[in-house]
């Protein structure tokens, strides 16, 4: 079983890979890794020898090799569909961010209940009414929602994804969503309080 | 030596517990935490007992004694003055993101090159043109700033930022930032990655 934050490691490892890839370099080294990434040259070791990959002392690591691997592990062989369910600010940027569709997700559409958004346009993605989800998740194989919706209407609009036939959620509202498909959190204040961590640590030195 | 993750799961611990202390609680098990958390009662002991906190068998933990030591852990025992650069999707649903203050970062400003948007207001935050930045960051004793512009903008907004005298970075752009003091990342495509490598696992079963 692999802990959940070396798998994140692994989706960093992947985009720093690719950037390699696209500046033509061809082979790579945990040492050039972790000088890019400030992670420890050791701790990339470890994270790559779960999968086998241990590199040839002195070559180094071939990096469409590892490309290929880590596509595989974390599931981004195809492109996973995704919505956006809340298209106010948070939806509009998720929507909006560009370079998420090379990473392997694919936002194809925006679902809200104000009928005043119906009908614009984020990045190319139509903004649906929500009592269309289900019949365009089932007509388009969705495989993701992104909640970015008020507090009060996430856990029906979770639910509303998860009846339409979507495997995992991504959810922005600070509240603890209840289905029986992976949901996966995300809370800036987790990332600030990692910050502050940092900076009280740094002072102290 | 904490590791990162770990400092991570203390944010999240700190919340769960501010909830239970508004449902009346005032004490808990880690038992009872794993259930509401979904992460593993003895993942949290191991994480509480690198500050001393053990609990008492059958009795568990003291909710206002727990809150107090990661308050301090974490340095919310004083509230982060903290400034939002790039006033656009993003940025707006950064600083309307209500509840933020509770967890101990105040957004005092936003600071945008769109002249147009200067004096409008955020959840009572204002928009200020970035030329003021450095200005505004040494009167107000501003210690963080979260990068929300475009990917071409981000190491000089960042470098600007440093300059005006903040202790630490939350960068959303999609590029790596160079600058000394703490930069923590955030990038939902880790999060999507984090969530399809659970669907994948969840089918494998
Ligand atoms: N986790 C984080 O780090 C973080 C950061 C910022 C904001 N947020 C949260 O994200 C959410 C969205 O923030 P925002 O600034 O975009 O708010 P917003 O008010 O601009 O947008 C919310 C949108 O959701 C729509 N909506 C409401 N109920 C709905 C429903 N049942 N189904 C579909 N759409 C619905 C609204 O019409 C609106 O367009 C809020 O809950 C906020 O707390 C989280
Ligand atoms: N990390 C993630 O998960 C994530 C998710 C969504 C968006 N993003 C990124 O966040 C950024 C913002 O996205 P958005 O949808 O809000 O874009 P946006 O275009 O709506 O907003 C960008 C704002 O930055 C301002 N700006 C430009 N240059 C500036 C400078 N030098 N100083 C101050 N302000 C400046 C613009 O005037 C605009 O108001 C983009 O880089 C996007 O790639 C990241």
């Not at 994140?8 to 000088?35: F, H, I, N, P, W």
């Not at 370079?99 to 984020?122: M, S």
């Not at 929500?130 to 209407?153: G, Q, R, T, W, Y």
């Not at 987790?190 to 102290?204: A, H």
Request: with cysteine; aromatic share 6%; charged share 30%.
């Amino acid at each position: 079983k692999i802990p959940k934050p070396a798998i994140k490691r692994l989706a960093v490892y992947y985009r720093c890979l690719q950037r390699m890839k696209e500046e033509g370099k061809d082979k790579t080294s945990s040492k050039e890794m972790a000088q890019r990434l400030g992670i420890k040259a050791c701790q990339i070791r470890k994270d790559l020898s779960y999968f086998g990959e241990f590199g040839k002392r002195g070559v180094g690591y071939n990096i469409d090799n590892l490309l290929e691997k880590l596509k595989a592990i974390l599931g981004l062989e195809s492109v996973w569909r995704t919505v956006v369910i809340g298209a106010g600010n948070l939806g509009k940027a998720i929507a909006g961010y560009k370079g998420i569709k090379e990473q392997g997700f694919d936002i194809i559409a925006l679902f809200d209940v104000d009928r005043r958004k119906v009908g614009k346009k984020v990045n190319n993605a139509k903004i649906h009414h929500i009592d269309e989800l289900e019949e365009f998740v089932k007509k388009n194989d969705v495989k993701i929602a992104i909640l970015s919706v008020p507090k009060e209407a996430a856990q029906q609009a979770a639910e509303a994804a998860e009846k339409a036939g979507v495997e995992g959620i991504l959810n922005f509202s600070p509240r603890v969503i209840n289905v029986s498909i992976p949901v996966e959190n995300v809370d800036i204040a987790v990332s600030l309080k990692s910050l502050t961590f940092q900076i009280i640590r740094r002072k102290g030195k």
